[in-house]
């Protein structure tokens, strides 16, 4: 999956368009970024990129900026 699809497939799941989307997208910053969300967003980064993200490590993925870290 390259970076404009993980956009798109992000941006349905914050419910945010993607033109829309900056790379300060977070958290509990964005408003549709909620804890559901979030799962969802984890769920695509171990489907997609096939890593395996516990408990130590789910924290860090918390920002797009981060996100983009390893999509890159």
């Known amino acids: 999956m390259k970076k404009?699809?993980?956009l798109?497939?992000?941006s349905k799941i914050?419910?945010?368009?993607?033109?829309?989307?900056t790379e300060n997208e977070a958290l509990g910053t964005?408003?549709?970024w909620d804890s559901f969300a979030q799962v969802e967003?984890?769920?695509?980064?171990?489907k997609e990129f096939e890593i395996e993200i516990d408990e130590n490590?789910?924290?860090?993925?918390i920002s797009l900026n981060r996100i983009?870290?390893?999509?890159?």
């Open 4 to 6: 404009d699809e993980f």
């Open 8 to 10: 798109i497939e992000f």
């Open 14 to 21: 914050i419910k945010v368009p993607v033109d829309q989307i």
């Open 30 to 32: 964005t408003p549709s």
């Open 41 to 46: 967003i984890l769920i695509l980064l171990e």
């Open 57 to 61: 490590t789910m924290n860090w993925y």
């Open 68 to 72: 983009l870290k390893l999509v890159n």
